[in-house]
């Protein structure tokens, strides 16, 4: 990994925010960082564009959330999915580690005293090309992997500052 998934300021996120949080509905499929909206999203390794997909929203049949998309990004890591965002990329396109792909767009439409924009990701093998739903009381889906290990790999940038990664 070259950069981090952002170009501002963000940290691991609180319990509500991590991989595996039981939530009221269900299991937390990915890792949140909170940021400003518009926050510009980072490819976090060269790779090609697989799809874009409605990721919240009622397109995505989740109405009580702003729409969103999801770009997911296939590369040596795995597919990688960058959620709660718009694209500026289109499927087929390669894409660098570092390049912008998309801005963060704030998902929640209500104060809930919580942050309300955040970069969602999630990990996935080679081959897979959507979300997927972890219900409450349902065994973590196979296809489905913790990403909280890439955003604590070090920066081979030497641009890439401190308060961007944690572990440099």
């Not at 510009?40 to 959330?65: H, K, M, Q, R, Y």
């Amino acid at each position: 990994m070259n950069r981090p998934p952002l170009d501002s300021e963000w940290q691991l996120p609180p319990p509500q925010g991590r991989f595996g949080a039981v939530r009221k509905f269900d299991v937390h499929t990915g890792v949140d960082l909170y940021c400003e909206p518009g926050a510009t999203v980072l490819a976090l390794e060269n790779g090609l564009v697989v799809d874009i997909i409605d990721f919240t929203g009622p397109e995505a049949g989740s109405p009580w959330w702003n729409a969103t998309k999801a770009i997911l990004v296939e590369g040596q890591m795995g597919c990688i999915l960058y959620g709660e965002v718009s694209a500026s990329v289109v499927v087929g396109q390669r894409v660098q580690a570092g390049e912008a792909i998309g801005e963060v767009v704030t998902v929640l439409k209500k104060n809930k005293g919580l942050p309300m924009t955040m970069l969602h990701l999630e990990l996935y093998p080679n081959g897979w090309r959507t979300a997927v739903e972890w219900p409450l009381g349902e065994p973590k889906p196979d296809v489905l992997h913790d990403p909280t290990a890439l955003l604590l790999l070090p920066c081979a940038d030497s641009s890439c500052t401190r308060s961007l990664c944690p572990l440099t």
